[in-house]
């Protein structure tokens, strides 16, 4: 085999190594920038959490005031269910004290009944 053949049959081994090397170089490279982007929105976020004042600040006058109506609308629904909650819990109170009504009428009718009369022996 001369050197001429061996590097005909070396140079694809080669390049190809050479590409898989760099295609996994580019990925390793790509995923830390990706990891990179995610702890900075993360922080970013973590600082709007903290710190809703200056998240506020940057929003226009119109934008403040929609968030208001927001809040406004998000109250109001909570007040709803609040009022909604009061209501089903009364109603049960009144079906659970009439099912216990009716349970004890019940129960003293089958007392009534089950209790003997005064028995005279016939004479």
């Known amino acids: 085999m001369t050197r001429v053949e061996a590097l005909a049959i070396a140079a694809p081994l080669f390049v190809a190594a050479v590409a898989s090397l760099f295609a996994l170089l ?3 490279l790509d995923d830390r920038a990706t990891a990179k982007r995610l702890r900075q929105k ?4 973590l600082r709007q959490i903290t710190n809703p004042a200056l998240a506020l600040s940057d929003l226009s006058e119109a934008e403040r005031e929609q968030l208001k109506l927001h809040i406004e609308t998000l109250e109001t629904f909570a007040e709803t269910v609040r009022n909604a909650s009061a209501i089903v819990d009364e109603s ?12 004890i009428s019940e129960s003293e009718k089958r007392q009534s009944v089950a209790q003997p009369t005064a028995f005279t022996p016939p004479a």
Do not use: K
Request: glycine share 0%; no cysteine; proline share 0%.
């Open 26 to 28: 580019t990925n390793y």
């Open 42 to 45: 993360q922080a970013d976020a």
């Open 92 to 103: 049960s109170r009144r079906v659970h004290v009439t099912a216990v009504a009716e349970r």
